[in-house]
């Protein structure tokens, strides 16, 4: 199964979904992981009920970040700027599919951090991306 959930990982790195830049966007924030250099952009246009029309994201990573973001963006359309903001760590892991270890949370969570961050308009609060802790708790959710 995880050589399943990998394919569908190297398939989002190298095409990744939602890839570019909205022009005149409603919301839009960047951020970088430090750790190891990835970077992210995302724009997110609102319809008039004040949720995702349209959401794009550019910049550069490792596989990981780039799937990450690319399946995340794909689930977000129709959600509510609060609903962006309530989602949990956990749900970007269930799109992925695979046991992430703690050294790579930080890739994996750098676009719920960037789409959370520009729906708030300013820096998202972030705790624990996984520095410290036990990897298994976090993929908890993954397990058969």
Not at 28 to 43: A, I, K, L, S
Not at 68 to 73: D, G, I, N, P, Y
Not at 130 to 139: L, N, S, V, Y
Request: glycine share 10%.
């Amino acid at each position: 199964m995880d050589d399943l959930y990998r394919d569908q990982i190297l398939e989002h790195y190298k095409r990744p979904h939602n890839f570019g830049r909205i022009e005149n966007p409603d919301l839009e924030f960047e951020d970088t992981n430090p750790f190891c250099g990835d970077e992210q952009h995302v724009t997110v246009r609102l319809d008039e009920g004040g949720r995702v029309a349209e959401i794009a994201f550019e910049g550069q990573g490792c596989a990981i970040s780039t799937a990450a973001t690319s399946l995340l963006t794909d689930e977000l359309i129709g959600k509510s700027r609060e609903e962006l903001l309530r989602l949990p760590k956990e749900f970007v892991l269930d799109l992925l599919g695979i046991e992430i270890s703690a050294t790579r949370m930080k890739c994996a969570m750098l676009g719920l951090k960037v789409v959370k961050s520009a729906g708030l308009g300013q820096p998202a609060e972030w705790e624990d991306e996984g520095e410290t802790g036990d990897p298994a708790e976090a993929t908890a959710d993954l397990s058969p």
